[in-house]
């Protein structure tokens, strides 16, 4: 997922009256911690969905790999809300920006590693002829969102127009006049109908806009502000967290089996088990010596997302069938994840030594 350094791992300095030292913002370990936490966290769900995917969703033709590939997805939801609720505290709270130019750099730190991705998505697909469509519409199609097989990569359509609008209100707020900002949401916000009238007008489809946001992911950037700016002991007792946890994510078990797979993201469930993944982690105090290794893993978060769908594909997919007992599926899911989370993040770490992560992320 998102791994802006300058947003995510603050170190400029805070500003301070004339004459006087600034004192270097905290780093915050624990945001370091939950992003890995998260990156695993949604490698867990997308090897789940194929457990699932290969039941066709229905325990009749599987009951081991239609259970083992839901129990991983009930602990899943968390993941993309925190990645917003760390967004809104890193522009709002972390690493406020100082002006439009800095922001438009984390923006295009983001915008570059989604499109390069795509593009070997794509081209990975058409080698292995499995894109539904030719490469050149799909290519076209994922300017305005995210197509087969970068499905994993939607979430950067509404992570960027949130993290601009929250830098425009803050700029704004700081007596700052952030017109190129101001132009870019004018110009998501209206992209939607201009599509619309141009396939009206010249009566040729044209593709469908994903950038943008919905309420849930606001709210959850805002109060994932408010929440991660808590002090440290702010949460007096975590035990009723411990409790509530493991209920909320048998309530996703129970509404994706039950009612509706996959769950929304807006479900109550996915915000109490968000909320009590948030106070958990938060301020946890991460040891001297393990942190290197973290503030390297969280650095890696993002390739690491990037990549790990190419090895779902081409490891656990061929590897799951639906004529698996439980027990087998549990275990067999277990490694996969082990795997893929692996080699994810040792080939993202390979190519941040070989200095490419501004384009791989």
Known sequence: ??????????QQQSSAPSGQTAAPREHRFDIDLMRLVCSATIMLGHVGAQFIRSTGNDPENGSGSYWAGHVAEAINPFAVPMYFAIAGWAVLVGAPPRDSARMWQRIVRNLVPLFVWTAIYLVWAWLRDRNDRPVAELATDSLFGSVQPAYHLWFMYAYIPIIMLLAFAVLLKAGKRP???????LGIAVLPSVLTTLAEVTDHEMPSSAWGFGTYSLVYAVGGALLFSLPAGAVRSRWPLFLLLPLTMVGALWYNTQIHYVMPNAHLFVALMSICVLLLISRVR??????PLLRKLANAALGAYMVHVLFVEEIVAP???????????G????????????LSFATSLLWGRLNLRRLLG
């Not at 017109?179 to 949401?185: K, P, R």
Request: hydrophobic share 55%; glycine share 8%.
């Open 331 to 342: 275990l067999l899911l277990v490694g996969l994840l082990i795997t893929v989370i692996a």
């Open 286 to 291: 991460v040891p001297e010596k393990r942190r």
């Open 319 to 329: 590897l799951v069938s639906p004529d698996l007992s439980g027990p087998v599926a």
């Open 1 to 10: 997922m998102p791994n802006d350094t300058a947003v995510l791992l603050p």
């Open 179 to 185: 017109w190129g900002l101001g132009a870019a949401l």
